[in-house]
């Protein structure tokens, strides 16, 4: 396996294509990795353990650690070839990763997110896993309604579904329920937001939202 960590110096990086998707010496810019590196079929994770404990089922052929937070482990699990990427948390993380994959691989691309998340489902009881099928929702704040009570803006947008590959998530599923049969396997929506605290409800007297 080769393994590589990319502490980036700025002075010597070259950013080829600003006006279009900009490259650095072959490698997208934040993930840093390039074509031929990545693999078709990938699972992304938000921590670096989870990522390892995923990869350990493969055998690993490369490690991409980047100067940005990313993590990229690629290896081969029944002949075919697999990436797995560490890449944090939130959707401004999630699209670095999609578009500068993308950007780096040729052909139709399969990618399944997994992690950790509270429910709001008695269907889906602590220990449960959930596939999103139903697709993913997203909330926004309004950080001018915080500003300025009187506006009477809404304090959070909650956006349209955007909906799951339902051929995707119909294979996850069914893998699933043939493989975990002590564990009960949900259907559902997946809700993100642009925050991990005050866009999901949690309250902190430390912190006040019109900061």
Known sequence: MSERYHARDSKKSVYENTNGFPMSNGKNLHMEVGP?????????VGSVQRAE???SFLKVTTKITSSRGFTTITGYFNDILVSVVSIGMGPSMMDFFVRESRAIVDGSMAIVRFGTCG??????????VVVSSKGSGYITRNPDSFVDASTNLPYY?????APSDSNLSALVKNRLSDKLTDTTIVEGLNVTAD??????????????DNN
Do not use: C, M
């Open 36 to 44: 031929g590196e990545l693999a078709n079929r990938i699972i992304t």
């Open 53 to 55: 404990l995923v990869a």
């Open 119 to 128: 429910g709001l489902s008695l269907e889906a009881p602590e220990g449960s």
């Open 157 to 161: 947008h909650i956006h349209k579904v």
């Open 195 to 208: 925050s991990f605290y005050s866009s999901q409800g949690r309250i902190d007297i430390n912190f006040n």
